[in-house]
Structures are given as structure tokens and as C-alpha cells.
């Protein structure tokens, strides 16, 4: 497979707001590509495909967790902070890795588990055998499994409380998580040190930063829920004081599942700052409401919600990743709709999540994967993509439990995908041989020879994004608009207020949910006279132009203008131009005077 991108090796940007314009895409080492046929993914694979992904646009890479480990929690069980799981290769192949990415200016975010191990790590080990020794007090050991009554079960498919009874030391020890992964003492000030001492280690590695797994669960108390207690966020400023200390430019990245106004604690202030980012879990179960609900009315109440950040401070929004679709951000009424929308089959659910890819989630649907990818390029904060979902990839709801959609990446039509050159047998997972999403049908090279694949399409609304600081920097004022299946905003950025720098831009966004094509009025306060055009990555028609909007809506069609203040662009995904209606990423535009449109008014 060759790549038509000129492959340059520009190396790393000087721009120390780079995780605010990057689109991060998560790589699980284990499931993109075998290097050696052992019948498991590797680094050296990966390194082999790190040109495919500079073609792809991927500004950096999120790696789930590498480190030596039993595995049996996708590696979030970690047995050695400092050891890199043999069957994934060596910290010399690490090591490579980071150069060779940042050769390609692409950042490598790792994940760093630090709630708890796993109860192989030798820490565990010794804390057992020895309750008097170095570690006998680096986990959370109790009498009775009576403590922290207000911490919930989180894994209730799979645990019944959050305490369970050690054979060998005669005590209870604390998981938040999984019984195999004993929560670290943080009232312990040497695991502190041991903390800080496997961030050094990672950060002297290369690495641009970590993704602080179930951040908020460091800290229990008898009073609290266990999430986000003060003690948590002194640790994370402290982590964040000897970052920017030791470390200046490499991110923090929170993983907690809550709400914006909960989550934003995880960044701090201005003056005491915590992470750079934190995901938005909750606009992402809404997206996939509003597709088959037809309606975008909690979507534009959740993105009307504003949440102050700290200066520099940005969102990460996703579709899918690696864990189940989360409906914990979710009301009881809709959670069950959207059960029986996208898990009809109950071997589709797991916890209180659907563990389904996005494409099959979609039911393949060409027209609601392009809607779904342009929101999620368009909404505020850096776009997390999940491996295989840029070709629209299959799952395997007959793995057990998330590995439903961990199967391995499906580079080619021929034996195991591409992915391995292993007897079929010996892979970590089987491929996916559906009927739908055979690997036969759904391959990276296949893609790579039609224009018109969804691989294509979404490269190119990639580049579009990265041509259009706006996205990355700037605010959001969802619109008014008066169809209950529209969603509109406008994005605007002041721009970077040098000779060299960004320019200003606007760009209004909007998104129509509804099956069937819709006429919709948008409010838009205080715009002058000018002519918004779509943006494209191929076109640029740059003229002078005003944000007024009003159209015919074909079904579940995203629209895009942008104007800058003596300019505008065309916005379109290459799939529109050959084809008229109904699918795609279509943008019209109208000289308007400002104030309302009429609904139907659609002449340009
Ligand atoms: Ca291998
Ligand atoms: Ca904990």
C-alpha cells in the first residue's frame, strides 16, 4: 500500500497549544498490526504503519496501555509501570516509536492507569506477604468490607461490591474496579513518590503526555462518593506543578465520566491548573440520540450549556473508543431507547454501555457516519478518533465483553486482514468475517482505491478541520433555530492577532437530524451583510461574504459555512460533488440581509 500524500518528515511544531488543534486517534497496539506473526499486534508494527496514518492527518497518537501486564483487563491492569508487555516488543521499540512519530510531527499520548494495578504487580504481592514491610500500605487494607458505603459498583455486570478478602494477609483490600485490580493507597505519601517516579520515567521516554485513566477515583472517603474528592485534585495539581516544572509542553489528559460541570475541576484554575483536557462524555450518547430520535433539542440544551475552562484548557470529544458506549450520562427514559435504537440484541450491552463499534452502531449508513464525523470535527475541542472507525469497520458481539470491538485493524483482503501473516487460529482475536463487515469488503486498501470510501471522506474532512484553526480554538453559540431536528452554531475565533499567524474565522454549522428533508428558519444576531460560502480542502472560492443561512435541509445532512471577516470558503466533503442530494456535507449559501429567514426560503 502506497500513500498519494507527499510523505514529508517535518518533525514536532514549536506551538504549545498543540493539543488543542491535533485530531488524536487511538491506537490499541495489540489490534493494528503484527510485525512478527506471533499472532498478536505489535510496536514494530505499528511504527510500520505510522505512514499511513501522516496520510490519514492524525496529529497524535493515544496508545492504551503497553505496560507488562496479565491482561485481563485490556492491560488497564498493570503489573510493571516501568516494562513494556514482551509480546508488544521492547522500550528500545518504544523508543523508536516516539522518534519516529515525532519525525512525522504526530505527539504520543500514553495512558497511565494510577488508580489502581493489577494484583500481580509486585507492590500487590509484597503488600500481602508483608504488612510491615515497604508496600504493606500501599493499598487501601481493611478489617471488614463495611468502608466508603457511598462508593458505587461500577462493573456491576461483573462485581458486587468494591471490597474483597485477601487469603494470605487476612484482610479486605478496596477495587473501584475489577477485584484483580486493588486500588493504591494515595493516603500513602510513598506511593506519591512512586507515582512521580513512573511519570519521570515515561516523560524521559519521549512521551507528549498521558491520559490519566478513571482519574477521578484516586482518592475514598467515608463521607464521600469516591469521585473527585479534594485530596484527588491536590494530587493531580501537584503531578501538574512538577509537569510544567520538569516537563513544560507534554499534557495531562483526564478520563473522568461525569458532567462538564464536574469534569472542569479536573483542569483547575488559571492560577492552579490541573489537566490540559478532559473528555466530554456527555455530548456523545446525545449525538447518538438525536440520529434516531430525529431530534437535536439535547444536543443543542447540552452544547448551550457553557462551561468556563482555565486559559488553555481544552475538550476531547469522541464517538467511540476502546470501552463500551457510556449511558451513564444519560436519563433513565433515554437510556432505554437508545438500548432498544442500537442494543436490541442484549449481547450488545455490557455495564451500563452498548459495546458496539460506530459503523455497525449506524446500521453502515454512509449518510449518518459523514453527519456523525462532521459534528464531531466541528464541536469544541480535539477530535478522538477510534482505530478502524475511518474505515467504517465491523464488531464481533460474540467476544466476550468489550473485545466486541477490539478485533484486529483490517488493512487488506487477503489471509487475516493484513494484520498478521499468523496461522488464523493463533490471532489475539478473529477477525471479523460478518456478513456486512467481512474484512473481505471492508479493508484499508480497498478504501484507499475508491475515491469515494468513507477512508477518503474522512481524510479529507481532516484536513479540512487542520486548515481551519476556528475548530480547535475557537467558541461555540448554538443558534436558534425553529425545527426541533436542526442544530446550528457558529463557531468564531478571533485569530492569532499576528502578521503570521491564524486569521480570524467564523463558521456556522448546521446539522439536520431528520429522515426526511426539512425547511428550517436559523437566528442569527448581529451579523452584517456578507455571503457565506461552504469550506472545502480541495476548493477554495475566497470571496467576501456575510453568515446568513436559510435552506432546505436533505435528510441527515451537515452543513458548513465559514466566513472571516473579508472572506469565506467552500465546505465540502469530496462525496457531495458527484452526487446531488440526499447524502453528505453540504453547505449552501445566501446573500441575506441579517436577522430571520423564512422557513423555505432557499433562494441564493
Ligand atoms: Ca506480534
Ligand atoms: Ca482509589
Known amino acids: 500500500m502506497t500513500f498519494t500524500a507527499p510523505i514529508t518528515l517535518p518533525g514536532l511544531t514549536l506551538d504549545p497549544q498543540w493539543y488543542r488543534r491535533a485530531v488524536f486517534y487511538e491506537v490499541m497496539v495489540r489490534s493494528f498490526v503484527d510485525s512478527n506473526g506471533d499472532g498478536s499486534g505489535d510496536l514494530a508494527g505499528l511504527i510500520s504503519k505510522l505512514d499511513y ?73 509484597q503488600s500481602r506477604l508483608d504488612p510491615e514491610g515497604p508496600y504493606g500500605d500501599f493499598y487501601v487494607w481493611r478489617d471488614t468490607d463495611e468502608g466508603y458505603p457511598n462508593v458505587r459498583i461500577i462493573f ?21 474496579f475489577f477485584s484483580h485490580q486493588p486500588d493504591l493507597n494515595f493516603r500513602n505519601p510513598a506511593v506519591h513518590e512512586a507515582v512521580f517516579d513512573i511519570i519521570r520515567f515515561w516523560m524521559d521516554m519521549g512521551v507528549d503526555g498521558f491520559r490519566l485513566d478513571a482519574i477521578p477515583y484516586l482518592y475514598e472517603s467515608e463521607e464521600g462518593s469516591g469521585e473527585g474528592e479534594p485530596e484527588t485534585h491536590e494530587f493531580i495539581k501537584a503531578v501538574r506543578r512538577m509537569m510544567d516544572e520538569e516537563y513544560p509542553g507534554r499534557v495531562m ?61 481544552g ?112 490471532l489475539y482475536l478473529p477477525i471479523v468475517q460478518s456478513l456486512v463487515y467481512n474484512y473481505s469488503l471492508v ?65 456556522l454549522c448546521v446539522f439536520s437530524f431528520s429522515h426526511n428533508p426539512v425547511s428550517v428558519s436559523i437566528e442569527i444576531e448581529g451579523e452584517e451583510e456578507s455571503r457565506p460560502t461552504t469550506c472545502s480542502a480541495a476548493a477554495r472560492s475566497r470571496r467576501s461574504a456575510t453568515m446568513a443561512f436559510s435552506r432546505s435541509l436533505s435528510p441527515l ?12 470558503q467552500r465546505f465540502r466533503a469530496p462525496s457531495e460533488r458527484r452526487r446531488s442530494p440526499p447524502l453528505g456535507f453540504r453547505h449552501e449559501q445566501l446573500g441575506r440581509p441579517p436577522g430571520r429567514l423564512r422557513p423555505g426560503d432557499d433562494r441564493c
Open 443 to 507: 479493508n484499508v486498501e480497498s478504501q484507499l482505491a475508491q475515491s469515494r470510501s468513507l477512508l477518503h471522506w474522512v481524510r479529507n474532512v481532516i484536513h479540512v478541520r487542520k486548515g481551519h484553526p476556528v475548530f480547535g480554538l475557537g467558541s461555540i453559540k448554538v443558534l436558534r433555530t425553529n425545527h426541533e431536528s436542526v442544530l446550528a452554531f457558529v463557531r468564531e475565533y478571533e485569530g492569532s492577532g499576528t502578521q503570521f499567524g491564524d486569521a480570524p474565522e467564523r463558521v
Open 253 to 313: 489528559i483526564a478520563e473522568a465520566n461525569q458532567w462538564p460541570a464536574e469534569v472542569v475541576e479536573f483542569m483547575g484554575t488559571d492560577e492552579e491548573p490541573q489537566c490540559h483536557m478532559a473528555f466530554d462524555f456527555p455530548v456523545m450518547p446525545r449525538i447518538f440520540y438525536s440520529l434516531r430520535s430525529q431530534s437535536a433539542q439535547e444536543l443543542t440544551r447540552v452544547l448551550s450549556e457553557t462551561t468556563d475552562t482555565p486559559a488553555g484548557a
Open 315 to 426: 475538550w476531547g470529544v469522541f464517538l467511540r473508543n476502546h470501552d463500551e458506549l457510556t449511558l451513564e450520562m444519560v436519563s433513565e427514559e433515554y437510556r432505554q431507547a437508545m438500548y432498544g435504537w442500537y442494543a436490541y440484541d442484549p449481547r450488545m450491552r455490557v455495564n451500563v454501555g452498548i459495546r458496539r463499534r460506530l459503523a455497525p452502531l449506524l446500521d453502515n449508513s454512509r449518510a449518518e457516519l459523514e453527519l456523525a464525523h462532521a459534528l464531531l470535527f466541528s464541536l469544541p475541542g480535539s477530535p478522538f478518533l477510534y482505530y478502524g472507525d475511518e474505515i467504517g469497520m465491523g464488531d464481533n458481539i460474540w467476544l466476550p465483553d468489550r473485545d466486541a470491538s477490539r478485533t484486529p485493524m483490517q488493512w487488506t483482503p487477503d489471509r487475516n486482514a493484513g494484520f498478521s501473516t499468523a496461522d488464523p487460529g493463533k
Open 156 to 176: 456491576t455486570d461483573y462485581e458486587d461490591s468494591n471490597w474483597a478478602f485477601d487469603s494470605e494477609r487476612r484482610q479486605f483490600y478496596f477495587h473501584r
Open 53 to 125: 496514518l501522516q496520510w490519514l492527518g492524525v496529529d497524535a497518537l493515544w496508545i492504551p496501555p503497553i505496560y507488562q501486564s496479565p491482561l485481563r483487563d485490556g492491560g488497564y491492569d498493570v503489573a510493571d509501570y516501568t516494562q513494556i508487555l514482551p509480546e508488544f516488543g521492547t522500550l528500545e521499540e518504544f523508543r523508536e516509536l516516539v522518534t519516529k512519530a515525532h519525525e512525522r510531527n504526530m505527539r504520543v499520548i500514553i495512558d497511565l492507569p494510577l488508580n489502581h494495578t493489577s494484583d500481580q504487580h509486585e507492590w500487590f504481592q
Open 557 to 568: 445532512r451537515a452543513s458548513s459555512g465559514c466566513t472571516s471577516e473579508s472572506r469565506a
